[in-house]
């Protein structure tokens, strides 16, 4: 089975030039996953930045909260950081972490009751022009699908 019969991969953001403006991120439900890695990637930043991960109540969202994750951080290459626990205050993407990949994973047990809906922010960048892209993966399905059903708003 290829990968695609095992996992289900998701553009939240397509490369931009996020300028002073934080990017819109799609709302990822995890209803029918039980893993979801969110890989956040960097281009060229001039200003430094905020990421965070909210767990929403549905698509909208009508409630929303941020919340501590895990996280590893590449920063050459493919060597992979070591996983680090952050809060619900986010991790700090500096103005010179040009080309780098954050990888956040969260198990669907992790969200509060009646939270089945996740969305990675960042904060809006001072200035200047600031690349960033991001895709989730979903994996470990709760419900074998031929072909998965779409996660996103």
């Not at 439900?29 to 965070?52: A, R």
């Not at 969202?61 to 626990?85: H, Q």
């Not at 993966?137 to 059903?149: G, Q, W």
Request: with cysteine.
């Amino acid at each position: 089975m290829e990968l695609i019969g095992k996992v289900h991969i998701v553009p939240l953001v397509f490369p931009q030039d996020v300028t002073t403006t934080g990017p819109t991120f799609d709302i990822v439900g995890l209803k029918k996953w039980n893993h979801v890695t969110i890989l956040v990637m960097t281009g060229t930043n001039s200003k430094g930045c905020t990421l965070t991960l909210e767990e929403c109540d549905d698509v909208t969202p009508t409630n929303d909260t941020a919340i501590a994750f895990n996280y590893r951080k590449m920063e050459t290459s493919d060597v992979w950081g070591a996983l680090t626990a952050a809060t619900s205050s986010g991790v700090t993407i500096a103005d010179d972490d040009d080309n780098c990949v954050y990888a956040i994973e969260l198990d669907a047990a992790e969200l509060s009751d009646g939270y089945a809906y996740v969305i990675p922010k960042l904060s809006n960048p001072a200035s200047g022009n600031n690349y960033f892209a991001a895709i989730a993966i979903l994996s470990e399905p709760r419900f074998a699908e031929d072909v998965p059903s779409t996660v996103i708003t």
